[in-house]
């Protein structure tokens, strides 16, 4: 019987460049929510990828790294940054440029000084000629020896089958951690709530949704087990956003509920009967409590 390799593995990056992408295309399901906004993932997720032949791959998605402006964003990095203690394997996302950032430079002075293998991801080759890769290649040897440098498309999916096998290359041998049906560590709740905040992100301003958090208030099932009543309280910062958030005779409001009802539906397989409600807590990203009630609580930074 063939010994199968496992292990754990850290996707890091500066915000947007791709990772919650890369890893739902892995995964083959959405997991992580995704959006064009900058700290769009701001806990830490942990998704599962098994194959029969070679073993499993247990992907932890981080925050991006990026300079912090309040407790929120503190909270953010630090579990980004604390991943990098407790993985078998980094992966470290880029985008295709010859320039390297000063978000860049931060980051290669972190895995600097881990001591484990870091697979260098060039995302997004997609949206450049083939032949000016190898220049960014050139550009990112400079500042880090890496074990492995892989370009793929996180979106179309171009060459991820190659950077998986580079992946279980440096796995330990060892024993499954998960089943293999399991895909992630997240609870439905936690993974219903991103949804809601997701499409809240994509409808509204740019302003407005880093100030946004979602709590889910009730989930449960009605009696004969074919529809789910949700409950959930979206959390802005300053009255004049709520205003933006409910829209025209709750017009943003609707919308931004039948975009996530559909999402939610596909991933419960069942009918969803969400209903939303939008609460001003002043000021929460630099506030502790609120914070932690939230589900940004700093005690899980260590778990």
């Keep these: 019987m063939k010994e199968l390799k496992s292990g754990f593995v850290t996707l890091i990056g500066r915000p947007n460049v791709g ?37 499993q791959i247990v992907f932890v998605d ?4 990026h300079k912090a402006k309040n407790k929120l964003g503190e909270y953010m990095v630090t579990v980004a940054e604390h991943t990098l203690k407790d993985v078998d394997v980094a992966i470290w996302l880029v985008e ?17 000084k881990c001591n484990i293998p870091v697979i260098l991801v060039i995302n997004k080759v997609d949206t450049v000629k083939r ?5 960014f290649i050139d550009t990112y040897r400079k500042i880090h020896d890496f074990d492995e440098i892989v370009p793929v498309s996180a ?16 796995l330990p041998y060892g024993p499954m951690f998960y089943d293999e049906d399991t895909l992630t560590d997240q609870p439905e709740k936690q993974i219903a ?33 074919k529809i789910m009543d949700i409950e959930a309280t979206i ?16 017009s943003m409001l609707k919308k931004i509920g039948s975009n996530a009802r559909y999402e939610i539906e596909k991933m419960l397989d069942c009918q969803v009967n969400l209903r939303l409600w939008v609460k001003v807590k002043k000021d929460w990203r630099d506030n502790d409590v609120l914070m932690k009630n939230y589900g940004y609580d700093k005690k899980r930074i260590d778990d």
């Design 19 to 55: 990772k919650s992408t890369l890893m739902n295309h892995i995964i083959g399901q959405k997991v992580a929510i995704t959006s064009k906004k900058p700290q769009t993932t701001r806990n830490k997720i942990q998704t599962v990828f098994t194959d029969e032949e070679k073993g």
């Design 235 to 250: 959390i802005c910062e300053r009255d004049s956003h709520k205003g933006i958030i409910i829209g025209k005779q709750g």
């Design 193 to 225: 709530a991103e949804m809601i905040r997701e499409k809240a992100l994509h409808a509204l301003d740019d302003e407005i949704p880093h100030g946004i958090a979602v709590v889910i208030d009730k989930m449960k099932m009605r009696k004969g087990g």
């Design 62 to 65: 981080t925050p991006g790294i």
């Design 96 to 112: 295709p440029s010859n320039f390297v950032g000063e978000g860049e430079k931060h980051i290669a002075e972190k895995i600097a």
């Design 155 to 170: 979106k179309t999916g171009e060459n991820v089958d190659e950077l998986l096998d580079v992946i279980f290359k440096y």
């Design 131 to 135: 032949e000016e890769v190898l220049g």
